[in-house]
């Protein structure tokens, strides 16, 4: 089994953290991070499945856990601490699940400082990879989880609303990773400004930002050139039925250059298969029920571009070898 | 990246400088459906007026890539032009490049961190957080001193982190409460963090002696 892991990393060391957002719901998140999950498990690696979405927690269904025992919930209300406390079982080796079931709706949301101790802790784990699948929506919730790297997984659909929101969704976890980076105070204050589309300055894209930065603090230009580079969302299109659809990552990924100044990379799609349905259906992944269907086998093929080393690490390995 | 309107033909249709016919071919093919007035990937953000000129852009990109003779004249007119533009930068340099820069990068944090920062009450308090707290909020070294009493000198050494610069760990922890107190942070627990740094750190310290063997 743990020959699986060769292109992974190494079996010791940190897990690397994956978050799935894409701003709508109903876009196949919880399906696709289920399935990509269950994939990488199959192959050997370690893998724990978070639900970050306390609201409308079904990852656990979609990975056949009919009842958690615990959930995210218990360590939102301080009840658990140890993150290790939280992690299940699944049907499959090499795959465990962290569950977000909330039996008492009255129970709390995690702080934002609470939120950044669960991340730290799930850092800590013993996996190669632990997924988050996020909630639907862009707000400062869902926005934390995202900023676990810089190259977070977005999943649409080809319909007019998934893409709108999937732009907005990135649009705000980039003005938000450099508001974040940038230290002074007025450089700050017009990345807020920027933050409005409708902004009165005339700021409308990255670029336009960049120029404003600039005037103020040229080594704050510098960490925003930087912060701009490394940002690197990766889309999946999901539910793919026609030659267009499969295209619309290509064409997303050109707008999002070209009125973003987003470099965001096309992971790559998954057919649409009524087998999914089926197997949503059985609360059992795809891969699983039926890993001979298309559908499954281009998720194999994403599961494989997923977990390839970083464009930055080429250089590391290029020494290794 | 760079805005539209200076964006070279290459950049325009996406394809490197060295693209194939038929790799041109396929970008402009893509290009064309995907800034289409009905583009499902385009209609969210295409403005009256700037989408038009982005066909137009592609349109000509096109025309000149996929014609060998204009091809090799636009790549001559690139070089050129380059030259020239790199020459300027030497000229005026500070200037930000796509490229490498001279002197170290600014330093980013990564994103969990710098989430964490936002929350000043947790996490441990090294000299750089303290500096970025302080840069954040505007505030001068001098202006700390000046309130706090204390030579910048040492406070710079705080934030720098040279530890055999400073006195002994009751003044540092002095010094870091007024610092701390000057940013509307809590002082004790942003100097408590710092003392233990300090003392697991400074050259000799006192935990070396006790806690390692």
């Not at chain 1, 990393?9 to 953290?17: K, M, Q």
């Not at chain 1, 676990?148 to 990135?170: H, K, L, Q, R």
């Not at chain 2, 950049?11 to 400088?17: G, H, I, K, N, W």
């Not at chain 2, 071919?25 to 403005?47: K, Q, W």
């Amino acid at each position: 089994m743990e020959s699986g892991t060769r292109d992974g990393p190494p079996a010791r060391g940190a897990p690397r953290l994956i978050p799935f957002g894409g701003g709508k719901g109903g876009v196949g998140k919880t399906f696709v991070a289920a399935n990509l999950a269950t994939t990488l498990a199959k192959a050997g690696h370690r893998v724990v499945a978070v639900d970050g979405d306390l609201e409308g927690a079904n990852l656990h269904t979609a990975l056949g856990v009919p009842r958690p025992r615990s959930s995210v919930a218990e360590y939102a209300a301080e009840r658990v601490e140890d993150v290790e406390k939280l992690l299940e079982e699944t049907p499959f080796p090499n795959l465990r699940l962290i569950a977000a079931t909330r039996p008492n709706l009255a129970s709390p949301q995690p702080s934002h400082a609470l939120r950044i101790r669960f991340v730290r802790a799930l850092r800590t784990l013993d996996a190669d990879f632990v997924f988050l699948d996020l909630g639907a929506g862009a707000d400062s919730t869902v926005m934390d989880y995202f900023m676990v790297c810089d190259d977070g997984v977005v999943v649409i659909a080809p319909e007019p609303t998934s893409v709108e929101n999937a732009y907005a969704f990135m649009r705000a976890a980039f003005y938000r990773r450099l508001r974040l980076s940038m230290l002074s105070g007025e450089v700050r204050k017009v990345v807020g400004v920027a933050m409005d589309e409708r902004n009165e300055r005339g700021i409308r894209t990255p670029l336009d930002l960049l120029r404003e930065v600039k005037a103020i603090d040229s080594e704050e230009a510098q960490r925003f050139v930087q912060v701009m580079r490394a940002f690197r969302p990766r889309v999946i299109v999901n539910d793919v039925r026609t030659a267009e659809d499969i295209r619309l990552g290509f064409a997303v990924r050109s707008v999002c250059r070209k009125y973003f100044a987003i470099d965001a990379e096309y992971l790559g799609y998954v057919n649409h298969d009524e087998g999914a349905r089926a197997s949503v259906r059985a609360r059992r992944p795809l891969v699983d029920s039926d890993p001979r269907s298309d559908a499954a086998v281009y998720l194999a093929r994403i599961a494989r571009k997923l977990i390839a080393p970083r464009i930055e690490a080429t250089e590391q390995t290029r020494d290794s070898t | 990246m760079k805005p539209l309107a200076e964006q070279d033909h290459y950049e325009t249709l996406d394809v490197a400088r060295n693209a194939a016919p038929d790799e041109i071919e396929r970008a402009y093919r893509l290009a064309c459906s995907t800034y289409a007035p009905d583009s499902l990937a385009g209609y969210p953000v295409f403005e009256e007026g700037d989408v038009e000129l982005l066909r137009e852009r592609i349109e000509i990109a096109y025309r000149t890539l996929s014609d060998p003779a204009a091809r090799a004249a636009y790549d001559r007119e690139l070089a050129t032009a380059e030259e020239a533009a790199e020459a300027g930068a030497a000229a005026a340099s500070g200037e930000l490049s796509a490229g490498s820069e001279e002197g170290a990068p600014a330093p980013v944090l990564e994103p969990l961190d710098a989430l964490d920062e936002l929350d000043e009450s947790e996490g441990e308090w090294s000299g750089a957080r303290l500096r970025r707290a302080r840069l954040r909020q505007g505030v001068e070294l001098e202006e700390i001193a000046k309130t706090t009493k204390v030579n910048p000198t040492y406070l710079r050494f705080i934030e720098e982190e040279r530890f055999d610069g400073l006195p002994a760990a009751v003044y540092v922890r002095g010094f870091v409460t007024g610092f701390a107190g000057c940013l509307g942070l809590d002082p004790k627990r942003v100097a408590k963090s710092y003392v233990h740094r300090y003392e697991e750190r400074k050259p000799g310290g006192r935990r070396r002696l006790f806690s390692r063997k």
